[in-house]
C-alpha cells in the first residue's frame, strides 16, 4: 500500500527557484533510495539527484551546484530545492522511492521559460 505524493510543480522563469517533495506513505521500513528523475520531450528519463539510506546523495552533472536533494527521515520524505533554473530543466519529474520494490510518482512538470 505504498503511495508516493509529490507536490511543487510549475512554471518559473529562468533564473528561479522551485521545490519539490515527495512523500511516502504505506512502509514501516526505511527506503533503500529516494530520488528524482526527470524526462525531457524526445529523451530519455534521466536520473537528476537522490539519496540513499546512509545519507549519501549523488546528482547529474548537469545539476551540480543548482539543485540538492535531502530527506526527512520523520516525514519519510523527499525534497529537491531547484536553483538557477535553466530552460533546458524544463521536463516531467518523477519521484522515485525504493523499498524492496520500485515505486513511482505520476510525475509534475516543471517548466522554465520566460
Known amino acids: 500500500q505504498v503511495q508516493l505524493v509529490e507536490s511543487g510543480g510549475g512554471l518559473v522563469q529562468p533564473g528561479g527557484s522551485l521545490r519539490l517533495s515527495c512523500a511516502a506513505s504505506?512502509?514501516?521500513?526505511?527506503?533503500?533510495?529516494m530520488g528524482w528523475f526527470r524526462q525531457a520531450p524526445g529523451k530519455e528519463r534521466e536520473l537528476v539527484a537522490g539519496?540513499?539510506?546512509?545519507?549519501?546523495?549523488n546528482y547529474a552533472d548537469s545539476v551540480k551546484g543548482r539543485f540538492t536533494c535531502s530527506r526527512d527521515d520523520a516525514k519519510n520524505t523527499v525534497y529537491l530545492q531547484m536553483n538557477s533554473l535553466k530552460p533546458e530543466d524544463t521536463a516531467v519529474y518523477y519521484c522515485?522511492?525504493?523499498?524492496?520494490?520500485?515505486?513511482w510518482g505520476k510525475g509534475m512538470l516543471v517548466t522554465v521559460s520566460s
Open positions: 504505506g512502509s514501516s521500513i526505511r527506503p533503500y533510495f
Open positions: 539519496i540513499l539510506s546512509g545519507g549519501s546523495t
Open positions: 522515485k522511492v525504493t523499498y524492496a520494490r520500485i515505486y
